[in-house]
């Protein structure tokens, strides 16, 4: 018997149909995990140390979600995009959230650490990396403009500092 048919049995199912791969996150689904991240945070009435946190992470991911295709859809930057937005910080805040407030902000839990202390580590942790991806992101424009910038001046021969002021057609 093998793997397969085993884990079949065991579901229930002994047909040989693919078991279907759900969709990728669309941006609309991105974005909507993203409120409700922030409605999270309102209801949770987390502090402003955490909301503040929270509001950088999202506003870098909506501002590489366009950007997405630069780096390959099916990169793992990309990937990491999603996940943090769908997955990642969802778990972070929820997890914090689900504790008593004054518990999760006073008491040690990892050495001298507070629940608050932590969460404020992994969204640290999740605003570097969505900086970096954003960077990136935009590294392929940048990349361009400098091409466009050497072909301008192979083209014109000319090299900073040109003079642009008018004179009398006479000089």
Known sequence: ?????WLKRR????????????????????LA?????????????????????????ARTIN????????LGL????????????????????????????DWADTRPIDGYKTSLMVLIDQLELLG???DQIFDAANRADAQALLAH???????FGHSGGTDLTLGSPHD
């Not at 501002?63 to 630069?70: Q, W």
């Not at 099916?74 to 999603?82: A, F, L, P, Q, W």
């Not at 910038?149 to 083209?155: D, H, I, P, Q, R």
């Open 128 to 130: 570097s990396t969505m």
């Open 149 to 155: 910038g050497m072909f301008l001046e192979s083209k």
């Open 63 to 70: 501002d590489t979600l366009p950007r997405l295709r630069n």
């Open 11 to 30: 579901r229930g199912s002994d047909d040989d149909a693919p078991s279907a791969v759900p969709a990728a996150p669309t941006e609309q689904d991105i």
């Open 1 to 5: 018997m093998s793997l397969r048919s």
């Open 74 to 101: 099916g990169s793992m930057e990309s990937y990491s995009v999603v996940a943090t937005a769908t997955d990642y910080l969802p778990e972070a805040v929820g997890g914090y959230l689900r504790l008593p407030r």
């Open 33 to 57: 995990s993203l409120n409700r991240v922030n409605a999270m945070l309102a209801e949770g009435n987390a502090p402003p140390v955490v909301t503040s946190r929270v509001i950088r992470i």
